[in-house]
């Protein structure tokens, strides 16, 4: 079956970039989708389709994807951004979604 | 605005059964497809099922796959989640979410419920 790998912990300064990695084979080729979950709450679609951000959402967000790594950054990270990041794609040979491994973002 | 309110979790002895319910409101629910998501405690997010707009085409994670059974009722706004023979490794919060579009391929989940917490203990 398809398998997202993605750092367990990401730490970034205040102020700083933080860029969040999503390895799959080839995942270039699919759509990926992140979602940030905050401690007790349900998770919030933060980027879909690689790159595009929903209303809500600030263009600090970003997303690419090419290869085998997607990426989600967050420029200017600030305490809020503290929080888990998962990112999405459709498995077409298994027929089911896959949700990465998790990663937890820390503003120091 | 979009609401999901999940029910029906609880505790459940190993082997038996359960239902979930996730009631919607704010959104023409039959126009999108919807799904379940679980999180076991202190773990990651798992896709559990999804369901077209109009029932027409279901999908199950392997984990689950002839033990849980998707099902909605558009005229009632509600989706739902059949589990039998539940096991230990089932306990987890379960979220109903939203798709972005009628078919459950490829498409991001736009909004989630606060989820239900099953427990499989004896």
């Known amino acids: 079956s398809y398998v997202l790998t993605q750092p367990p912990s990401v730490s970034v300064a205040p102020g700083q970039t933080a860029r969040i990695t999503c390895g799959g084979n080839n995942i270039g080729s699919k759509g990926v989708h992140w979602y940030q979950q905050k401690p007790g709450q349900a998770p919030v679609l933060v980027v879909h389709d690689d790159s595009d951000r929903p209303s809500g959402i600030p263009e600090r967000v970003s997303g690419s994807n090419s290869g085998n790594t997607a990426t989600l950054t967050i420029s200017r990270a600030e305490a809020g951004d503290e929080a888990d990041y998962y990112c999405q794609v459709w498995d077409t040979s298994g027929n089911h979604y896959v949700f990465g491994t998790g990663t937890k973002v820390t503003v120091l | 605005e979009v609401q999901l309110v999940e029910s029906g979790g609880g505790l459940v002895q190993p082997g038996r059964s359960l239902r979930l319910s996730c009631a919607a409101s704010?959104?023409?629910?039959?126009?999108?497809?919807m799904h379940w998501v679980r999180q076991a405690p202190g773990k990651g997010l798992e896709w559990v099922s999804g369901i077209s707009w109009n029932s027409g085409s279901i999908a199950y994670a392997d984990s689950v796959k002839g033990r849980f059974t998707i099902s909605r009722d558009n005229a009632k706004k509600s989706l739902y989640l059949q589990m039998n023979s539940l096991r230990a490794e089932d306990t987890a919060l379960y979220y109903c979410a939203k798709d972005s579009s009628t078919s459950i391929a490829a498409r991001p989940m736009d909004y989630w419920g606060k989820g239900t917490l099953v427990t499989v203990s004896s």
């Open positions: 704010g959104f023409t629910f039959d126009d999108y497809a």
